[in-house]
């Protein structure tokens, strides 16, 4: 009896009109091709008009750290046949099906100790013994995904950060993510469904402040490891990944969410290092985050009653704190509030960034816009 870990279940426009620090590793292909056959593409009618699409771009799976201690133990592949209408088992033992299907489904496990909280549930192998084992094996239960959640953290908050995290395992999340790739080449129906490549950047801030970015390639040229917090928390280094990736043939966009729980740090006016942003910050983060998740079970990211006063709707579905903690999130600060809620950043702090940033003003949508469906195995919608 399993569950299906479920996020955000999005809405695409589709138009004709498409448009700890370290340096970045080498960038490979994880399939060892780039290109795309002319030959091999379908014929998707496009509508300049354009149709609506509903997906979801946030999904975990028993890949991911936290869904697994929540007892989540469906795979990628039962992603995306849950997404295209086939029936699953609820851990009650129920069945649960979409009324309709969804266009497309990324799936996006969290980069950091991906798969390896099934490698430490093993009762033999080399994890077997960690410190943590017996409560990832225990989270049967709510209280026990509770112990096992605990466990993890606290593990992460207290390891001696002068040496190597020993659930660190690059081999055991080079495996795990050649799973996702290889589910969604699977599922990639071109015309019908779409199966995204993607992955989450889990970074955060010194106090817990949200800083998660879903990250989705456009095609099947991804490479061979995700850059994740463990490579740095500095959400700069991952636009200069993708940056590299893109010149490589490997294009991609990274989507923010839960910016209410980011106290402000989500839309910051100073970059990572403390200095102001200016018009290169900028166009990198534009070229590679253009858009925003607005809303989640984990709260709305649009206003708050205290930014939009008027707006009897300001108060819908927020949640008040910050994400994995019982930290309480800030709006009623005027430092946090404006940068944390999409809506009311550009009404407030319009004037000044446009002052700094000149014609590169920056401008969310909380959208994408995409050409067409995926037409190929190797290329999805162009971003």
């Known amino acids: 009896m399993q569950r299906l870990s479920t996020g955000l279940i999005g809405l695409l426009l589709l138009s004709a009109c498409g448009t700890e620090t370290e340096a970045p590793p080498a960038i490979s292909d994880a399939s060892g091709d780039t290109s795309v056959d002319p030959v091999a593409v379908a014929s998707v009618e496009e509508n300049p008009l354009k149709n609506a699409y509903f997906g979801d771009t946030h999904i975990h ?61 093993k009762t033999e192998g080399p994890y077997s013994e960690h410190p943590v084992a017996e409560a990832v094996r225990g989270a049967t239960s709510a209280a026990g995904g509770s112990r096992g959640f605990g466990a993890v953290l606290g593990h992460m908050r207290t390891r001696d950060r002068s040496l190597p995290d020993d659930l660190a395992d690059r081999a055991v999340a080079r495996s795990a993510w050649q799973e996702i790739i290889e589910a969604a080449e699977r599922h990639n129906d071109p015309g019908n469904f779409t199966a995204f490549i993607g992955y989450e950047y889990t970074s955060s801030g010194p106090e817990n402040q949200n800083l998660h970015r879903n990250v989705i390639f456009r095609g099947s040229a991804v490479p061979e490891q995700p850059w ?156």
């Open 61 to 121: 799976t028993v890949l991911s750290f936290d869904a697994f201690l929540f007892g989540t133990q469906r795979t990628p592949d039962d992603a995306y046949e849950f997404a295209k209408g086939a029936g699953i088992e609820h851990v009650r033992g129920f069945e649960m099906k979409m009324k309709k299907p969804l266009d497309f489904l990324a799936v996006s496990d969290h980069a950091f100790y991906l798969g390896m909280m099934r490698e430490v549930a």
């Open 228 to 383: 994740s917090r463990l490579d740095s928390t500095n959400p700069e280094t991952l636009w200069s990944w993708m940056d590299k990736n893109r010149d490589a043939g490997m294009d991609a966009l990274a989507i923010p969410h839960n910016m209410n729980g980011s106290d402000g740090w989500m839309f910051p006016e100073n970059n990572w290092a403390g200095d102001p942003i200016d018009r290169a910050w900028a166009e990198q983060r534009m070229r590679n985050e253009p858009i925003v998740e607005n809303s989640q079970v984990k709260g709305t990211s649009d206003t708050h009653p205290m930014l939009s006063p008027n707006d009897e709707w300001a108060d819908f579905e927020i949640m008040p704190l910050r994400i994995a903690s019982q930290l309480q999130s800030r709006p009623q600060e005027a430092t946090c509030a404006m940068p944390c809620y999409v809506g009311s950043l550009w009404r407030k702090r319009a004037v000044s960034i446009r002052t700094r940033l000149g014609s590169s003003r920056r401008q969310i949508h909380t959208t994408p816009r995409v050409r067409s469906r995926r037409t190929t195995t190797g290329a999805r919608p162009a971003i």
